[in-house]
């Protein structure tokens, strides 16, 4: 469950309203050209038809990384069946790596499938449900196999190998590469990365809600964020030229994405004494968020530095957008999750009188 706020013109309070996100951009390492980029929040998304889409990245040595990695993901699932959402592998011909969804609708890692069939799959347990966001992250280390939903590892297991298998097939979103049944991905997907080090659990909860910066890439081999407005390229942002092409997919695939993404967060995952986490601006203002009832197993705050006002929406009436920046939630548990969610606004440079707020 995710809800932005946009928090202008009102006292402390809890729940006032939420908005849809978007909007312009930076790169972690300078490029060019540079293509138009909408960087409001998540920006855009890329939506596949489950059918044929896919994004392929053209082979480069440093996709094939063989001693440790980190994939991470936005997913929506919308589809049903066996889905790939990052591979450089294919079934029964070519080992690799993958991060899927089962036919059961869960995620799963696999290593090596070729040569070691699924003695290096690691499932997870969380069954995904249409038109929710879903952050997904799978790590090896040499020795442990690990996968996250949400930040929270749900599986794990000793590997059987001390190397993933390298090729020469392009690196794929969506879909399987070089394979006639190519597992194709239904639904939405944002904000790819793909690491050569086994990120912590701490670090990939630190950052699953937030954009990374240039302080954050470390090891960091490719980072798409969707976020170009034409054409079908989709640029590396971590600055090494792994740009991919969007295979059978029109520009009008791009869409606004809901994925929960901002520039700074913060987190609690640590169920003593309930779940309940603040993030506070350098100007004094900042938002809290504490778990009232549900079964939680985490609770994300972010803070997004723009308007919480895309093109072409239309402001309620009776309210004012702050032009400097809005919040969001992604509560993560089962069942029906509720929170109460305060916004302290003194310090907001956008309030001068407090009583009047």
């Not at 997870?124 to 929270?152: E, K, S």
């Not at 350098?282 to 079964?295: K, M, P």
């Not at 004012?320 to 305060?342: C, S």
């Amino acid at each position: 469950m995710s809800k932005f706020y946009n928090l202008f013109n009102c006292r402390t309070f809890t729940l006032l309203s939420f908005f849809a996100m978007m909007l312009c951009s930076r790169h972690l390492k300078a490029q060019t050209p540079l293509p138009p980029i909408e960087d409001n929040g998540a920006g855009y998304a890329l939506n596949f038809d489950g059918t044929d889409d896919q994004v392929t990245v053209p082979h480069n040595a440093m996709l094939d990384l063989t001693t440790a990695i980190t994939i991470e993901a936005w997913i929506k699932p919308e589809k049903n069946g066996t889905q790939r959402i990052v591979s450089k592998s294919t079934l029964g011909s070519v080992d690799g790596y993958e991060l899927s969804i089962s036919s059961d609708g869960i995620a799963f890692v696999r290593f090596n499938q070729y040569t070691t069939g699924d003695a290096n799959r690691v499932n997870a347990t969380t069954a995904f449900q249409p038109g929710t966001w879903y952050h997904v992250a799978a790590t090896y280390n040499g020795t442990m196999i690990r996968l996250y939903v949400n930040g929270v590892e749900e599986g794990s297991k000793l590997s059987t190998i001390t190397t993933i298998g390298t090729n020469t097939s392009p690196l794929s979103f969506g879909a399987q590469p070089t394979a006639s049944d190519s597992y194709h991905f239904g639904g939405a997907m944002d904000e790819v990365r793909l690491w050569t080090i086994a990120r912590t659990e701490t670090r990939i909860k630190a950052n699953m809600t937030s954009k990374l910066t240039s302080s954050e890439t470390v090891g960091l081999v490719g980072y798409w964020r969707f976020d170009e407005t034409e054409g079908t390229n989709t640029l590396d942002e971590a600055g090494n030229g792994n740009d991919g092409s969007m295979v059978d997919m029109a520009a009008s695939a791009r869409i606004w994405s809901g994925a929960p993404l901002g520039n700074a967060s913060a987190n609690d995952y640590d169920a003593t004494g309930g779940y309940s986490t603040m993030l506070i601006h350098r100007d004094g203002d900042g938002v809290t968020a504490n778990s009232t009832s549900g079964t939680f197993t985490g609770l994300q705050i972010y803070r997004v530095d723009d308007v919480a006002e895309r093109a072409g929406a239309t402001v309620p009436a009776g309210y004012t957008i702050d032009p400097l920046r809005y919040f969001g939630v992604k509560a993560i548990g089962t069942g029906t999750l509720t929170y109460i969610f305060v916004f302290n606004y003194i310090g907001h440079p956008g309030i001068s009188n407090p009583n009047h707020a």
